[in-house]
């Protein structure tokens, strides 16, 4: 019942706070066989890190994985896999002074009144992005499982500050993708979006964006409808990353304005099997993968913490009053949270394909 | 495991096909003592219906609840409830034509694929718009138990065939919500709207569009991060809806174009009460309910079933071929989904109340 | 999360009540695929039916399964399968007058206190021996999965009033079991069962007694641990049938005798197979079936209902008082319990299989 | 799904192994508010461990709690609390030689089996009796929660190698039960216990016992039936502690013995309470807990790790051999599983009492 948990066969528990002793993730129910080291996991959560200096929070520590369960010489067990990142530089004095402030757009106020004001406020706590370091060390699991039915899952940046890239070609994205310091494939809208990100840094602001994530070779038949449609699993994770608003599949919102002879995918064959020649569904008819790519977005909004001053309750006090979150914050999130909804969807994928009996308990690989 | 349940502590189980002998739903975990009646459920399914020939199908089969169990004397019991309408008057034979040959944009392909041919393909079988008689009516029991706590839920139209509506004050869609044929509480372009309808019909074709869902008098604390935010929970209820591709809060995907201090809704008192300024959150944040109204708004695509002719594959023989999707279908399912979201919202509401032991288990009202 | 759902990959969930409108069940998780009929579920309703009117209730109804969904051309769709009983000869007048006179050893108490008094207490609502109509429902499309995979589950009595029946081979057990009115294999001690019945009977008085219940062919690998054990999982779901008491595996109480030389079952092959010379595990080692038989027994307690002058309180007034229990009752419901438990073991055997990997979501056959 | 969580609103899952890193777990779901020290979890596991020469392993590593997460300032916050346990002193030498020789009565077969070979066999890894610990770090916490609503939990042993103790009063139960080095309070037969043990050890062999575990001031209404009867989910919990092979509740098996007359508990007043005069049900009718004590007894195996030669099969070779298993092993584990026992206990209390809504989210204290 929690919601500390997703998926069902393939389950994530998370744990840890910002700036408690560590951030954690269990992984239940993944396959014994597989091959895992720290190394791998340790690849997708550098991808996570604070590295340019021109979006990004400074805050360098290096996050170093620790499994700590469900791995014995090299492959999983099929026993729970643990995995740990230990906190270690932090600063937690300045939220001491924004206790009973909460900052506007964050969750401050709802974490305090919910837990009745016993939640770790440090650093945001389970609320801080901290917390995606564990859905990251979960992806690297799923994304490995993934690799063996040769499922692909890439997410790139298409929109940040109102700047839209270009609709690209797979293979260009891919070939783009990570030359680009905010993950944006069209290099051009790239250089845009970096100077956006400047321009608010300097006026203590921030910027939100978009991204578009896509799986690739998905076999048709995962999703489990009538309420567990794929569309939905894949949402739900996605809403779990801090800071997201909105997510579309395929066509998305524009189907309000197209007509159904042009939003039908049409059915054709193609070296043998049954493609569309569109994919305005984004891969999922009726909730069920259908053999095309899955395509969505997920909307991400401008970071919260924001040097400007702001309005806001003294909860103590009950009275108005006026803040100004100090410390340094991501101008724009959009690029770190790249590598996390890859990991959200391989999750949600992986859970699906166990549940459709297309990855046994024995992998081997 | 199974996707034909939504919720935990209030448990939705949907049952049944288009041209089976019934559709129904088991609803588990509603609280004993609880004032039910059939005619409160038939009231929200009478809604649901196609009532109005300018858009929708002419199937004018009068779906009637019958109550089955879990409610004695007029009250819920607090043993599960099941519910179930008696499918009457439907033709079949046009599906027997198009078992093999799937319908563009609809689940004919995937549920094929998933089931091995054996589902249930007339009228879409589980796919069907028809499945939603079982949302509406555990929507129903929702909406009772939501009234005791003051909640109130709305679903409105506010996009078909690229008409967007004007924004409305709550007050003002309240009022002309019900005067509008599409549910659209703005008059005018409820009009133009109409004409769309009317005219896609005429071509043969079809037409989606946005639904816009306010929950008013939510209390502070609903939803259950790190990964069952409330934002999560409500999307993946949205997406059991057929046609829904896009889920959005509050200021959904334009975040991507807001700046921080834009999109942050700063707080104030009032009346004694921490509100906020604005609401882009759309009243969640953190995952977490912040006693703002709850602001979500659903696309759904245009129908899938249109005479127009297609391009499709016989999955019998494996070649290309053409298909006329023959019977009258919805030009545009908009108005007819407004009780459906309605109920989604309801039913995930009533779903976290309890969990944040907010529901008694005995309710008295 | 509520109760009236067991399974989770192949997930049963219950509704109805003794004397209301019908006794039900939903069966999701089932594979397509499968051939089921009415006739094959009625064939085990049947034999849970009161025939014997030496031991057992005279309420004479005939109990007609209705597949109501799920089903398809004779074979089952993927989606959820609704069973229905509709109860038709009862009468609720003797329940008004002990509605707030609970009778010692119900559920009459437990019940009206839980849901504040508005349970439906007619013929014990929800906790009536009626509802394991739902289980054995179940239970025979369970069975039928079960079936092509080779799998056997049989129950039989082993203990009635005290009467200890001797140890027979199971082939002798097959045999005989059916002869016996009371599903006692060794026939000796059947005949004195059903003495100490009749006696029990004469004096307005019940008897309880022991049922085995063995499954064969289980293939090594069922259960999850460490929580879900295959002997946990079974016993929990014994534990839904009205009046069980005791559940134990192997040996059971039995090895608090034991020494570990004499109680560790010593493994050989045979037949190229690794097999154990004993099976005082009863067929699971850590949680997880070992490919011996599963055996376990139940302990079922003599029935509550019995026409003899007893003790209670008014709940209205909270004063003392008696009760005589009028109508008439089963004096022993352990022959009609057989097909009961057989249900909940192969429920619990088809999910774990499920889970095991074993059981492909179609089946054909 | 997966077998390594327990609980559905109070959610415990078992992470390590027994020659891994660490034994840990994490529990979800547990109010904010609560005051909770490493010390107090400590004792519990102090409790646990082989302190007695007599009769238990002489592996004295200490076993330190560490938590790591959702405890701030003492309290819990609300987010799941990470317990772990390093393993700091063992050889895992021994099990290399019997990697592919399964001990008969331990789960190193089906473990293999299972996981097809990559399973941790070291100490039995997540088979061993150290994965209790996790079960007794989550106890603590568990039971923390009951005592601020006065329910207490009471594990004692009643039977030892075949030597029962004598039935004893609550109270006196509670003053012997500590003194006993076997922890039962029939301290004439506990004496005897003791002597079986010692016996047991000299013949490199084991014995099996009785545990009884007692739930004082537990309120009416946990237990949510038809499925998960209170019996069913303690049941279930119970049969997750290695070696347990027999659950029974109040009369337990006996009721085969009994009539109705004898075996119904009748109602009384007390102290103006509704009371019953015996308590053969063990303190729960109908799945419910009836506000008597609730009683279960739990039969433990003999350890089957014992130095006796014993027959098995090479599994790499698939041919016979015999095996003789080194190293010290407890000759009987009934004492040490005492703290065990109670903490499944506690933690399926905690889980249903939130589900029951007699625990709110936020619990101060």
């Known amino acids: 019942m929690s919601g500390d948990s997703l998926g069902e066969m393939f389950r994530v528990t998370s744990f840890g706070e910002s700036h408690g002793k560590c951030v954690g993730v269990v992984v239940e129910g993944c396959p014994a066989g597989l091959k895992i080291s720290e190394q791998m ?6 991808r996570r ?8 929070t400074p805050r360098m520590e290096e996050d170093k994985v620790e499994i700590v369960s469900g791995v014995f010489n090299g492959f ?17 004095k300045p939220y001491d002074s924004i206790r009973f402030t909460p900052r506007p757009g964050h969750a401050d106020y709802t974490a305090y009144m919910k837990y009745g004001g016993f939640n770790d406020y440090r650093g945001g706590g389970r609320f801080s992005g901290r917390i995606t370091i564990g859905f990251v ?9 993934l690799s063996i039915l040769d499922i692909e899952v890439i997410a790139y940046t298409v929109e940040i500050a109102g700047i839209r890239a270009k609709v690209k070609d797979i293979l260009e994205v891919k070939e783009n993708v990570r030359k680009s310091v905010v993950g944006c494939p069209d290099l051009e809208a790239s250089n845009m979006m970096i100077e956006a990100i400047s321009s608010a840094k300097e006026d203590g602001d921030s910027v939100g964006g978009v991204i578009e994530c896509v799986a690739l070779n998905v076999p048709v038949g995962l999703g489990e409808p009538v309420f567990k449609t794929l569309e939905g699993e894949l949402a ?3 809403y779990a990353i801090p800071g997201v608003k909105g997510v579309e599949f395929g066509a ?26 569109t994919n305005n569904c984004g891969g999922v008819l009726g909730g069920i993968s259908n053999g095309m790519p899955i395509v969505c977005r997920v909307a991400v909004k401008p ?11 003294d909860l103590a006090r009950m009275e108005e009053t006026k803040l100004k979150v100090v410390g340094r914050h991501d101008a724009c999130i959009v690029p770190r949270a790249l590598p996390v909804v890859e990991s959200m969807m391989a999750i949600v994928l992986v859970d699906n394909a166990i549940k459709a009996g297309i990855i046994p308990r024995v992998l081997r690989g």
């Open 41 to 46: 996991v340790q690849e997708e959560l550098d």
């Open 236 to 238: 739900r994770a996605f």
């Open 76 to 92: 999983t067990t099929g026993a729970p896999i643990c995995m740990i990142v230990w906190n270690r530089e932090f600063d937690s």
């Open 49 to 56: 890190r604070a590295v340019q200096t021109i979006y990004s």
């Open 252 to 277: 998305g919102f524009d189907v309000a304005k197209m007509r159904g002879s042009e939003n039908n995918d049409q059915y054709i064959l193609k070296g043998g099997h049954v493609v569309t020649r």
């Open 137 to 145: 060390m979960a992806g690297a699991v799923a994304k490995k499982i």
């Open 303 to 313: 970071p919260s913490s924001i040097s400007r001053e702001q309005d806001t309750v």
